[in-house]
């Protein structure tokens, strides 16, 4: 189609990259190629490639894809970082900033940057502070476009167990929502597919500028995602 937009996705193997795959299945408007450093399972009847190469590699593979928007869902957690705040760096900070330069480097015009709720260089929590750090990174990079999503607990089922805290916390979620207004709303939790629906919508918006979404704009970019067509009977 003439009006689909080629979008490379990085951090496919995640909650949030499975989410931009399963809403791409049956789609027209987008053209998806992944990358990544494993192998994952793709959904079933989703037309996409996935190139799996280390991440010295990712700017050789965004070259040969020639994408004009790029997804960024890289990240990883405290527990899988082995509670070390240089492993949680290198991937929420390093990587993400590394593969931000390649796609600018490569001619990317759009960037999707999925962060988190409460990210500020300035915060005392090591993790808020390192997600304020890369959004301020990628900023200098200066792309044509950059939408920074700031999503709050994030509902969906992913590949391995949540922690206990984190399956409470998801559990008391609808309770806690309703007791989240004005200010606070955008801690409330939100549903993965969410916010891959918007950053699917963002990435297809030829509007230059750099935009940041609370769980609110998150919520209203979602929406904005056209539907898909029926199939013909």
Partial sequence: MSDSVRIALVGATGLIGSAVMAQCVGRE???????????TKLPSGIRMELFVADPAKWGEVIEAVRPRAMI????????????????????DHDLVLATARAAKEQGVERFILV?????????????????????????????????ILRPGLLRGKRAEDHRPAERLGLAAAPLGNLLLHGKYRQYRAIPADVVAQAALALAKRAARGRFVH???AVHRAARTLPLIAPEPA
């Fill in 115 to 147: 962060s988190s709720v409460g990210a500020d260089p300035l915060a005392k929590t090591f993790y808020l502070r390192v997600k304020g750090e890369t959004e301020r990174e990628v900023t200098k990079l200066r792309f044509d476009r950059l939408d």
């Fill in 29 to 39: 408007d987008v053209r998806l190629t992944g990358i990544a450093r494993r192998e």
């Fill in 214 to 216: 609370d769980n609110d």
């Fill in 72 to 91: 960024c869902a890289l990240g990883t957690t405290w527990k899988k970082a082995g509670e070390d705040e240089a492993a949680f760096r290198a991937v």
